[in-house]
């Protein structure tokens, strides 16, 4: 792939809305984004910040804030930049780089949040052997777990697909990601496709391990009343997480390989974004706001920040 002389375009929205409403456009996504970084990295420092927030929870759910900050960043500046032009292209070593950052978010989302439901699991299905099993060594490795699988998956994606050549140039969507990349091609595209199927055949295999772990908690939450208190408290909102991803990456990867040009490309933008806007607004509001201790830590940093 010729990064010097190879673009590829892709459409922003209808021709026609995104002249009369760009600049609408801008405004709410530049609202978007700055609450995205505002939240995740508040929330981050304020765990950061506070010893008493060292626990494993805690620092999974930095890992998910930190993440959502690096993903947002793939995303959100340069489609605020094309908001505002006419013509809206990507170089093509740029275009591979999005794809990476974006779907290297997402994957770690995943791993984040399969680690999270683990965390859960061992504290109330085995809560006395919860401090042997996540001790600060079996943190370091589930964190490293959490980074370095979905960036050796997407290193591998970015290498097989810059080794086609592009005939095409045009990618129907808001952003670029590696299978669009790889269609652009007049090339087999095989080794590519079957690397696709395994990387997602793994995450479904996270996915039942997820749900796997939140039945077995179930299971043991009717056995006591604090069982379920601490279900309702920390794991309803994992469920509800993990359920986004699924339906939002499922769709996305179903239709970037098998979809038909029938659906309305309105409709296929709003679900593309979907996993995009959703996950890094939430995430940090149903896990860490809703949590107590993280709760009564950022009102103070807030009270002691108005007193000065």
């Known amino acids: 792939m010729d990064n010097m002389t190879i673009f590829a375009t892709y459409t922003l929205m209808e021709p026609k809305a995104s002249k ?23 929330v981050s420092v304020v ?46 070593y740029m275009c591979a780089f999005q794809a990476f950052v974006i779907y290297s978010s997402v994957m770690c989302d995943c791993t984040t949040v399969t680690v999270m439901a683990y965390d859960r699991h061992v504290a109330i299905c085995q809560p006395l052997n919860y401090h042997i099993k996540l001790n600060r060594f079996s943190c370091c490795i589930l964190l490293a777990f959490c980074w370095i699988l979905p960036l050796v998956y997407m290193i591998i994606c970015v290498v097989l697909s810059n080794r086609l050549t592009l005939c095409k140039y045009h990618i129907n969507k808001l952003y670029c990601d590696n299978w669009s990349i790889v269609k652009l091609s ?11 199927i395994f990387v997602i055949s793994f ?11 939140y039945i077995k908690i179930i299971i043991a939450c009717k056995a006591s009343l604090e069982c379920r208190r601490k279900f309702w408290q920390t794991c309803v909102p994992h469920m509800f997480t993990v359920l986004n991803y699924v339906v939002a990456v499922f769709f996305d990867s179903m239709y970037s390989r098998y979809g038909s040009s029938d659906v309305s490309e309105y409709l296929r933008n709003v679900l593309a974004l979907e996993m995009l806007i959703v996950p890094p607004l939430i995430n940090p509001v149903i896990y860490g706001l809703k949590l107590q201790e993280v709760r009564k830590r950022i009102l103070k940093y807030f009270v002691s920040i108005r007193k000065q």
Do not use: Q
């Open 20 to 42: 009369s409403f760009r600049h609408i456009y801008f405004t709410c996504f530049l609202v978007l984004y700055i609450m995205i970084l505002f939240v995740n990295t508040w």
């Open 47 to 92: 765990i950061v910040l506070e010893r008493a927030l060292h626990e494993p929870m805690y620092i999974f759910l930095c890992n998910l804030c930190v993440n959502d900050i690096y993903g947002a960043a793939g995303f959100y500046p340069k489609f605020l930049h094309d908001l505002m032009l006419d013509s809206y292209v990507i170089p093509s």
């Open 186 to 196: 007049c090339e087999s595209t095989l080794i590519n496709n079957i690397y696709g």
């Open 203 to 213: 995450y479904s295999c996270l996915c039942v391990f997820i749900i796997l772990s």
